[in-house]
């Protein structure tokens, strides 16, 4: 039982370039999101999905995009990444239409903008 | 602006005692609220949770406490063992929307 797969757990970049943090969930879950950890600011939302297809902005989106072509692949990509995008991503999902259904995480991707 | 706080970023609580963490709010839309634990180098798994039409909720050694009225909640853990150690966060969710809110995190150590 997978759950939520992220890759890669570890990422070093240089300011300028893109990448993309991939997450995939085998629960069939319609809601999935990204979370960006930092100290002292907790968890904060970047981008959800209550759907394949739809996407919203959460939180802190700038300088972040996503896609949902499948239920089970919700990628987020840094366009052009800075300094301040130096952070733990996570990746989560629940049954969005049972409200009371927890988010279940995966083990997130450490990423380093130098 | 924080909606959901956290002001105690660690605790450190002996074996065998009462952790208690707590958590406030602002948003009066919030209606369920949960508590995530976070080992290192490991994603939040969900312990408990409560909805707003409750005052309490336990599971085993972890009880979770309401107080709408002064949107305060509280994560009560006895008996504390080391393996509790970790982070906690608080997160609160406001109707249909099935996003979540986070705090800060609460350190929580607890010593033999």
């Known amino acids: 039982n997978a759950g939520v797969t992220q890759t890669p757990k570890f990422q070093v970049l240089k300011t300028g370039q893109s990448m993309t943090l991939q997450c995939a969930q085998d629960?069939?879950?319609?809601?999935m999101s990204w979370y960006r950890q930092d100290p002292g600011m907790g968890l904060r939302l970047i981008h959800y999905?209550?759907?394949?297809?739809?996407?919203d902005q959460g939180e802190v989106p700038n300088g972040y995009n996503v896609s949902r072509s499948t239920t089970e692949d919700f990628p987020l990509r840094l366009l052009s990444a800075a300094p301040s995008q130096t952070s733990v991503y996570f990746c989560a999902s629940s049954y969005g239409s049972n409200r009371n259904s927890p988010l279940h995480f995966g083990n997130g991707t450490r990423l380093t903008v130098t | 602006d924080q909606q959901v706080k956290q002001n105690s970023p660690s605790l450190s609580v002996q074996e065998g005692r009462i952790s208690i963490l707590n958590c406030d709010y602002t948003?009066?839309?919030?209606?369920?609220f949960l508590w995530y634990k976070k080992y290192p180098a490991e994603g939040p798994t969900f312990l408990i949770s409560i909805s707003s039409i409750k005052d309490k909720n336990e599971d085993g050694r972890f009880t979770v406490f309401l107080n709408k009225s002064a949107k305060h909640l509280s994560l009560h853990i006895v008996p504390s063992q080391p393996g509790d150690s970790a982070v906690y966060f608080c997160a609160a969710r406001a109707g249909t929307a099935s996003k979540l809110t986070f705090g800060t995190g609460t350190r929580l150590q607890v010593t033999l």
């Open positions: 948003n009066s839309m919030f209606d369920y």
């Open positions: 629960m069939n879950h319609e809601y």
């Open positions: 999905s209550v759907g394949a297809g739809i996407t």
